[in-house]
Structures are given as structure tokens and as C-alpha cells.
């Protein structure tokens, strides 16, 4: 199992920090870890990523277990489930049309979905009441990533961004991932891989990059 602080893009750089044994932190801007900060800070009890049924990274993504963990975890804490899909503009009937292999999943452990939500980072609490919730967000790159890292079997997949949300700003946001990171990476006994989530994104790498800075900064070597 490697130390240290890794810096990559892509599912495929996601999927390698899970073989390293790494906490895997996805960092998509706009808009999958901004969306699921906001989640968060709306009292969203976790946040999963998940591919939608279009997806095809160059490793293993599986939506469906991914929903399968996100519903065992939603029927323990008696809780229901919302989805995060898009497109961001669109009605419900089409964000559904790209998330089936997350409904099976979440069919198969009889779980609720209590509403299928577009992707907008920040103001998309303010379309459903997210506290105690448990949050998949099945989108095309953050989404991906996550799946990709969850599939290839992480101790634990995690999110950040530098964006603010309705609750934070400034370096608060950013902070709040890190400190996320470090202690779970501490509690694992693991080092930390930092994914862009995508590698054609410049706002994804600048900010994977602030956060590798800021968990170095922190003292996590």
C-alpha cells in the first residue's frame, strides 16, 4: 500500500488510486463534487458517484453496485435516495432515460428515490430538501471518476472542490475537503490520490492541484 499524495485525471487515474489503496478524492468543479459540497452542507447524510448509462471509460465502471451500496446505506439509516443526473436542462423523464443501470441497482435493494435532480453545483439544494438524504450523483465525468475508483475497489472515494456553495466561500470549501481527506486517510492508515476528473477540464486540474497543496500544507505526507 502506497504513501504519500498522489496528483492524476481521469476515471483511469481514479481507478489506479483504488489499486494503490488509496483514499480516492474526486475533484470535478463543474459540477459533481460542487453539486455533492452542496449536498453536504444541506445535511445530505453521504454522496456517491455514479456513471450514467453512456459512460465508456477505458476501465471498469459498475453504476449498478454503486446504487446497490448507495441503497444499503439509505435502508440502514431508514433514509431515502435522490439522484443528481442530467442533462442540467431537461425534464425528469430524460435525466431517467440516462441513469438505468442506477435504478436497477436501487430497485434491487427496494430503497426510495425521492427525486431526480439536474446538476447545477451549488443551487441544486435549493430544488429538494437533501437533509438526511442519501445522494448518488450519476454524471458524465465527476460521476464517472467516482465509479471507476468505487468499482476498482477504494477504501474509500471521497469529493472536493474550490467552488463556493451556498453555505461556504473563499478556501472554505476547499478546506472542508481536505480536512474530509486527511482524516480518513489517517483513520485508513493510506495515502491520498487527488483526481481531475477530467483531463480536458483546466478548472478540474487547478484545483486538484490547490487541494494536493493544501493537504501537503496540512502536514499529510
Avoid at 132 to 156: E, H, K, Q, S
Avoid at 204 to 209: F, G, K, P, T, V
Amino acid at each position: 500500500m502506497a504513501a504519500g499524495v498522489f496528483l492524476t485525471v481521469n476515471a483511469s487515474g481514479a481507478a489506479e488510486g483504488a489499486r494503490l489503496g488509496h483514499v480516492v478524492v474526486i475533484v470535478d468543479v463543474i459540477d459533481m463534487s460542487t453539486t455533492a459540497e452542496a449536498a453536504m452542507d444541506a445535511g445530505a447524510l453521504a454522496v456517491f458517484g455514479a456513471s450514467p448509462d453512456h459512460a465508456k471509460p477505458p476501465v471498469k465502471i459498475n453504476p449498478q453496485q454503486v446504487a446497490e451500496a448507495a441503497g444499503e446505506l439509505a435502508r440502514h439509516k431508514n433514509a431515502g435516495v435522490v439522484i443528481i443526473a442530467e442533462p442540467r436542462v431537461g425534464s425528469d423523464l430524460e435525466r431517467q432515460e440516462t441513469i438505468r443501470g442506477v435504478l436497477t441497482g436501487l430497485k434491487k435493494i427496494g430503497v426510495e428515490t425521492k427525486a431526480i435532480l439536474p446538476n447545477l453545483g451549488a443551487e441544486t439544494p435549493k430544488l429538494f430538501n437533501l437533509k438526511n438524504c442519501v445522494v448518488i450523483a450519476a454524471t458524465g465525468t465527476g460521476g464517472v471518476a467516482f465509479d471507476a475508483a468505487f468499482t476498482a475497489g477504494a477504501p474509500a472515494v471521497l469529493t472536493a472542490t474550490v467552488a463556493r456553495t451556498l453555505k461556504k466561500k473563499g478556501a472554505e470549501p476547499a478546506k472542508s475537503g481536505v480536512e474530509r481527506a486527511i482524516q480518513k486517510a489517517r483513520e485508513l492508515k493510506t495515502g491520498i490520490t487527488v483526481v481531475g476528473a477530467s483531463g480536458n477540464s483546466l478548472e478540474d486540474i487547478l484545483a486538484a492541484e490547490y487541494i494536493v497543496k493544501c493537504i501537503l500544507q496540512r502536514g499529510f505526507m
